[in-house]
């Protein structure tokens, strides 16, 4: 099961740190990727990491101003968020799959259920 959390309010320009965290001894095999959703629109991939943390993706709309890690000890993958924009609002989750990290959610097979990241001044 995967759960994330760290969504809140934040003014434009602000960072918010979400956390994806995994149960199960089998987190370091998987794949996870961060993906949001905003009111009315298509889920998108953001940003997605290699089961090792060797490789990482962003979109390009991430690229530059977000950061993906993981801690396969502690079962948690994060996103770092900074320079948030309101564009940037969203529920965000975080999936699992195994095999290559990948931007695009149909790939995913396990989600988590989402996180609000509210941009606003």
């Known amino acids: 099961q995967l759960q994330a959390s760290g969504g809140g309010l934040v003014q434009p320009g602000g960072s918010l740190r979400l956390s994806c965290a995994a149960s199960?001894?089998?987190?370091?095999?998987?794949?996870i990727g961060w993906f949001r959703q905003a009111p009315g629109k298509e889920r998108e991939g953001v940003s997605c990491?290699?089961?090792?943390?060797?490789?990482?993706h962003y979109s390009g709309s991430a690229n530059g101003r977000f950061t993906i890690f993981r801690d396969n000890a502690d079962n948690t993958v994060y996103l770092l968020m900074y320079s948030l924009k309101p564009e940037d609002t969203a529920v965000y989750y975080c999936?699992?799959?195994?095999?290559?990290?990948?931007?695009?959610?149909?790939?995913?097979?396990?989600w988590g259920q989402g996180t609000l990241v509210t941009v606003s001044s």
């Open positions: 999936g699992a799959r195994w095999g290559l990290a990948l931007l695009y959610p149909e790939a995913y097979d396990h």
């Open positions: 990491i290699s089961h090792t943390g060797d490789t990482s």
């Open positions: 199960g001894s089998t987190f370091d095999k998987f794949a």
